[in-house]
Every structure is written in C-alpha cells, then in structure tokens.
C-alpha cells in the first residue's frame, strides 16, 4: 500500500468505533466520521473524528478536500455507516424507507465516488464494505435495512470486477448477531433464543468483525475481492 491512512463511516460507537481503535493501535492513521460532533475515547494521536453527513454530497466534497491539504486521503474504505428504522412494511413510512437507502445505500456510493480517483491514480487501494446477515437471509420488519444491505453485495462484485486491473480490491464483511449497542436492548430469554440458533453458540464480539477487515485490508488479503464474508458464528451456511 502507499500510505496508511484508513477512512471509517459510523466510527463513533460499536464495530466502527472497534475498527478505529484497531487500525489505530496498527499505527494507521483514521480517519472516523458520524453524523454527530463526536470524540473517539481513545486518545491515540492516530485518530481523527470529523462530522459528516454522507447523504450530502456537498459536505463529502468538503471534507475530501480538508483531507487532501492534509495528505490524509485513504487508501483504505471502510464503508461502515448505517441506520435502522424497523418497522413492519404493511406499516412502513415513506421516510423510513428512503432514510435507511439513502445512508446505508446511496452513502456507500457518494464516499466511494470520491475516494476511488485517488486510488486508481495510486494503482493501489482496498474498499471493504459492512453489510449485515440480515442483506443475506432477510429479517421480518428490516425490508428497509436488508435491502440496503442485500445491495451492497452487488454493488461490491461489480465495482471489483470494473476496478480489479487498478489493484484495488473490493470486499463485503456481513456481521451477524454482535454484542454491540445495536443488540444491547434484546432481552436475555430474545438474546438466548438466538444463540440456540448460532452453532457457536455464542454472540460475536467487535474483535470478531476488526479482525477480518483488518485481515482484508492488508497485502496478505491481495488476491481476495468481490467477496460477501459473514462474521456469524454458523448462522447462516450456503
């Protein structure tokens, strides 16, 4: 790779903010964004939070911009970013629908859009999309959000096979049920019925899903593109 500057959507909490930190302790420079003002935690010199919202283009135009005087431009996407909005489609809003495309969708395609120049200028780069099991087996009341998901798979195998000859490579990681934040207000007789559904029987933990992007994004993963990975335990199996 020519440098080692990572950039993380959906830093500020759960496997985004696990991914920062990991990246960071591997002496990478990270770039995180969220929505939000935020902070990382950690203080590692190596961390840089910024506030984005990646449904505006105006904004990621900005922030390229910012990070190209700084020579902070990545050579390392992690389309991380996402949003549930849950709800029965019988019942489904409008908004709810157009919300979760737009960031967990459209999102992906604005920040890769501007990224990938660079890039192909540098004939290297790693673009690793999270995607989610539910894109993969579906989930009742998540028609919105497994959609959004559901197409990340294909817009990863056709991006890597456009971009392949460049030297970049482009992956998919879908995690499955993770001890975050996200599945924090499940109730332990919910949380126990989904483990009895896991062959490991356990939830996965964020070092779980850090440790496979990482793998991805590193010289050892060179010959690995257009893959959909879970991160599930065994959940589902093809």
Same mark, same amino acid.
């Given at each position: 790779m020519i440098n080692k500057v990572v950039f993380i959507s959906g830093a500020s909490r759960g496997i985004g903010e696990s991914l920062a930190n990991y990246f960071a302790e591997k002496d990478y420079y990270v770039v995180g964004t969220s929505r939000n003002d935020f902070n990382f935690k950690n203080k590692s010199k190596n961390l840089f939070p910024i506030k984005l919202d990646i449904t505006c283009r105006e904004s990621i135009k900005i922030c390229f911009n910012n990070l190209k005087e700084k020579n902070l431009l990545p050579t390392i996407l992690i389309n991380n970013a996402?949003?549930?909005?849950?709800?029965? *489609? @019988?019942r489904m809003k409008d908004d709810e629908w157009d919300d979760v495309i737009s960031t967990n969708l459209t999102g992906v395609f604005n920040l890769t859009k501007i990224f990938i120049k660079n890039?192909? &200028?540098? &004939?290297?780069?790693?673009?690793i999309n999270i995607s989610s099991i539910s894109g993969l087996m579906g989930n009742p009341g998540q028609v919105n959000? $497994? $959609?959004?998901? /559901?197409a990340l798979n294909g817009f990863t195998k056709s991006l890597a096979k456009e971009i392949g000859s460049r030297n970049i490579t482009v992956n998919n990681v879908a995690p499955g049920?993770?001890?975050t934040d996200m599945t $924090?207000? @499940?109730q332990e007789d919910a949380k126990q019925e989904i483990i009895n559904t896991i062959p490991l029987?356990? @939830?996965g933990n964020i070092d779980?899903?850090?440790?496979?992007?990482? *793998? @991805? /994004? $590193?010289d050892e993963a060179s010959y690995i593109t257009g893959q959909t990975i879970s991160v599930d335990g065994g959940l589902l199996m093809y």
């Open positions: 996402g949003i549930t909005s849950d709800q029965l *489609f @019988l890039m192909i &200028k540098n &004939k290297g780069g790693r673009i959000y $497994s $959609s959004s998901k /559901a049920f993770i001890d $924090s207000y @499940l029987q356990r @939830l779980d899903v850090s440790k496979l992007v990482y *793998f @991805l /994004a $590193s």
